[in-house]
């Protein structure tokens, strides 16, 4: 099924904020209420964000800071995937990926050379899923601990 990312309207909010990850992965990213509540709180990374659908259903939701001046360690960028949730009834079907893939051809079409992102390095975490995407390690870490990878945009 095709993802699309839309944007969050009055209409598919409450679905939106409903989304969950499975048990065990909240400490690997935020909720999206949270979520939505850090957007708030750094307006100078730029924050954008999106539901992500499958057909017509929203099974996730992502945010980037959106060609930001970055200003480490707390904003990185320009151009970092801040956010990446999938529903945990819509785990394991590719939205994930299809969600970093459009993802990256939205930055690429505004002319970044990389997009970073970030992760808790700890067994049952989003490791693999980046690797696989093609992201390696910056050789840093964010203020939270966090293992910060890039994907080379060519």
């Known amino acids: 099924m095709t993802v699309t990312l839309r944007e969050i309207t009055a209409e598919n909010r409450q679905a939106v904020l409903g989304l969950r ?5 909240e400490r690997f990213v935020s909720s ?9 709180q750094y307006p100078q990374a730029r924050p954008w964000y999106r539901a992500v659908y499958a ?9 980037l ?3 930001v001046e970055p200003q480490p360690p707390e904003i990185l960028g320009p151009w970092f995937l801040w956010k990446l949730l999938i529903d ?12 970093v893939r459009q ?5 690429r079409a505004e002319g970044a050379t990389e997009l970073l ?37 060519g």
């Open 21 to 25: 990850v499975a048990p065990g992965q």
């Open 32 to 40: 999206v209420p949270d979520s939505l509540a850090e957007a708030a």
């Open 55 to 63: 057909g017509e259903e929203p099974v996730g939701f992502v945010m």
């Open 65 to 67: 800071s959106w060609n």
């Open 88 to 99: 945990e009834r819509h785990q394991g079907r590719g939205y994930g990926q299809q969600a």
């Open 103 to 107: 993802v990256v051809d939205l930055v």
């Open 117 to 153: 992102t970030s992760y808790v390095p700890e067994e049952g975490g989003p490791a693999d899923f980046y690797r696989r995407l093609g992201f390696t390690p910056s050789g840093g870490y964010d203020d939270h601990g966090e293992l910060v990878v890039r994907l080379v945009l």
